[in-house]
């Protein structure tokens, strides 16, 4: 079974730093996918994972430990805008190419 | 802009009907993915069609079908709709060529209330 874990809901200030955690479980993995959500749109492609690590896009970054089957997405210098849903999503299983997403992180931004 | 397109943004309709839902995928993109949306729950894979094929199928009821044309556009079935059917259904498309670094691009969506 797959199981991908998000908290439900948080909030930050403009300006700031939040990370969104996400742990999976999963029956394989190849590779994890965040997503930004805003209501009622369309899910927009952030960041993609296959090796541990860090990987850094502008004010995004995203890190992986398959290990630990952890992940978190790190905003800084959050804007206004940034207040959305965060998807999570995991590749798994070899030679498949269904996304399992997570249900979501809805972040709210305040002044 | 994803370059992946839906018809129609908004659909009603009542219980018992039928409606088809239409997605073009990006230029070049093989892979064409379905997905529900409902408020409380996440994006709900329903079924994957690559260069015209059916290659994924999630959890996708059998009142539903879905194919991919030779020009590559697909169309989603939805048949005898039920109150709990309303949702939003996204399309997404991808190069569908290497698997693991295939990424998804999602269409805008088809707003789906059934009354």
């Known amino acids: 079974g797959q199981n991908i874990d998000q908290p439900t809901e948080m909030t930050a200030t403009e300006g700031a730093i939040v990370q969104i955690n996400c742990t999976y479980q999963?029956?394989?993995?190849?590779?994890l996918f965040w997503y930004q959500q805003h209501a009622g749109e369309a899910p927009t492609f952030l960041s993609y994972?296959?090796?541990?690590g860090l990987e850094e896009k502008g004010r995004f970054s995203s890190f992986l430990s398959r290990s630990k089957g952890y992940s978190y997405l790190l905003l800084k210098e959050l804007q206004m805008k940034d207040s959305a849903s965060y998807l999570c999503?995991?590749?798994?299983?070899?030679?498949?190419?269904?996304?399992?997403f997570g249900k979501g992180t809805k972040l709210s931004v305040i002044p | 802009d994803s370059g992946v397109t839906q018809t129609p943004k908004h659909l009603i309709t009542a219980t018992g009907q039928r409606v088809t839902l239409r997605c073009s995928p990006r230029s070049g993109d093989l892979s064409v993915y379905w997905y529900q949306q409902s408020l409380d729950q996440g994006l709900q894979f329903l079924i994957q069609y690559y260069n015209g094929e059916e290659r994924a199928k999630g959890n996708i009821l059998e009142r539903f079908s879905a194919q991919q044309f030779p020009d590559l556009h697909s169309e989603l079935n939805l048949s005898s709709l039920e109150l709990g059917d309303s949702a939003l259904y996204f399309c997404?498309?991808?190069?569908?060529?290497?698997?693991?670094?295939?990424?998804?691009?999602f269409g805008p969506g088809t707003r789906l209330t059934v009354l």
């Open positions: 999503a995991v590749y798994s299983g070899a030679g498949s190419y269904q996304l399992t």
């Open positions: 997404a498309s991808s190069a569908g060529t290497s698997g693991v670094s295939d990424t998804q691009y």
């Open positions: 994972n296959v090796l541990d």
């Open positions: 999963t029956s394989g993995f190849n590779g």
